[in-house]
């Protein structure tokens, strides 16, 4: 990132000099120093690389694992706290993090993979240094300074002079303040829309896995939260079936019964020349990371398969990694892998088939039944074959009338942070490099 001309009174210098004076910048235990037997249920959590991200978001703050207070007292020169800066060291190199002050836990431990910089702060902000070491531009020296034999790794005398330029500590802190907005607003919509995620479900689970309603109205009780229109929607009895115990009147059946699978694919008379690809790699638990622009006649062998709004797409390989998306309102150009099973509904809600093929008990179910263990993938005709419960229509679109608000909040939600991130990402090199001051990038934002 360091330019050629560097503004006037910014200063050169490397994470090494801005380090604190003890364990400021170090890594993590010897490998055998911190052997998996060493974890148990609770304790000082361990940060890994699972953790850390490519720049998306500082910080991915649970699935820690945990290691005793002697542990973590034996292994003291590796521990880290509130805004200490962590790199990966051998894996995904690039990968950074950066421990916010408000989390719950304020001790960590890194992992053997992982290097902390604690900054001296009577020099550098550290979410400043943060935001510097987590550019794309510091991210891509990092993997090309890297041994590449092999796993690829760096090591701490390589981050001890890693370059950095700084404006003095008050501009530092104002441009980290711009930056740190940015992120604040992307990371409260994310906790928003766990927090919908999580209503969802939750409805889910009481009205088709746990039954809850049934129950009541055989307890002769009114469904605890139910309005009186919906609850005479539920029978007052259960019935045998495939999957056990299930309301008199409802059904078992399978996918392909209720739902279409990778039903529309490009053809010779497809209208557009430019497409947005979206690839397995760019889709997590229910979340579209980006998409690709290509010219039709350049895009990937792959890219085949056409979505419609309510779509629910699930990678076919390696389904304990949850990579499931659904499709709300795409462009009308938009493409996707033909490693995605596309599910398309058509005799159940959206809301509903998503819902039921994104619970544990499915991805248990897909798992089961993955072809390859070096590599497993799931055919399409195990999806077809899946069993679903299939209650009544008039309980569906209830369903459905209670999730459909919650999906479009959710992303509307996804929408704006991907638009906060795009413009955080076009001011970050410009700001770090005093290409533009804090008054103008303010400006910009109002």
């Not at 974890?39 to 500082?58: E, T």
């Not at 902000?125 to 070491?133: C, G, H, L, M």
């Not at 398309?344 to 809301?351: F, L, M, N, R, V």
Request: charged letters at 25%; a neutral charge.
């Amino acid at each position: 990132m360091i330019t050629n001309s560097i503004p006037p009174k910014w200063q050169v210098t490397t994470l090494g000099n801005i380090a604190g004076k003890e364990y400021g910048l170090v890594d993590g235990p010897f490998g055998s120093n911190l052997p998996a037997s060493d974890y148990v249920p609770v304790g000082v959590p361990v940060i890994r690389g699972s953790n850390l991200s490519l720049g998306d978001v500082s910080f991915k703050g649970d699935e820690f694992v945990y290691v005793s207070e002697e542990t973590a007292k034996r292994l003291e020169r590796s521990l880290c706290g509130p805004e200490d800066i962590i790199f990966t060291k051998k894996g995904t190199l690039g990968q950074t993090g950066f421990i916010p002050k408000s989390h719950r836990y304020q001790k960590f431990l890194i992992s053997s993979n992982q290097m902390k910089l604690s900054v001296n702060r009577k020099v550098a902000d550290p979410r400043f240094v943060y935001y510097y070491v987590s550019s794309p531009a510091s991210r891509e020296k990092i993997i090309r300074d890297s041994e590449v034999t092999g796993v690829p790794k760096t090591n701490l005398a390589y981050l001890r002079t890693f370059p950095i330029i700084l404006p003095s500590l008050d501009e530092q802190k104002a441009i980290a303040h711009i930056l740190g907005t940015l992120d604040d607003k992307i990371e409260l919509n994310q906790q928003m829309n766990r927090t919908l995620e999580s209503i969802a479900r939750a409805f889910f689970k009481s009205w088709f896995i746990d039954f809850d309603p049934v129950r009541a109205k055989l307890d002769e009780q009114r469904p605890a939260g139910m309005d009186v229109e919906t609850a005479p929607l539920f029978p007052d009895e259960f019935e045998d079936s495939a999957l056990g115990k299930i309301p008199k009147g409802w059904r078992v059946g399978t996918l392909e019964q209720v739902v279409n699978v990778n039903s529309r694919s490009i053809t010779k008379s497809y209208p557009h020349q430019l497409i947005q690809y979206v690839d397995i790699s760019s889709v997590t638990v229910g979340r579209l990371e980006g998409t690709t622009v290509y010219k039709l006649s350049n895009a990937p062998s792959r890219a085949k398969r056409l979505v419609q709004h309510g779509d629910t797409i699930w990678s076919g390989v390696r389904p304990n990694r949850k990579s499931y998306l659904f499709i709300h309102t795409p462009p009308e150009n938009l493409v996707v892998s033909t490693g995605f099973i596309v599910l398309s509904p058509k005799a159940i809600p959206s809301s509903y088939l998503y819902a039921w093929v994104t619970t544990d008990e499915f991805v248990d179910y897909l798992t089961f039944n993955a072809d390859g263990s070096a590599y497993p993938a799931v055919r399409p005709d195990i999806f077809s074959d899946a069993p679903i419960l299939i209650p009544s229509q008039t309980v569906l679109e209830a369903f459905d009338k209670k999730i459909s608000s919650i999906r479009d909040k959710i992303v509307c939600n996804e929408r704006e942070s991907q638009t906060i991130a795009t413009i955080r990402d076009s001011l970050m090199p410009r700001l770090l490099t005093g290409e533009i001051g804090i008054r103008s990038a303010e400006e910009f934002l109002r």
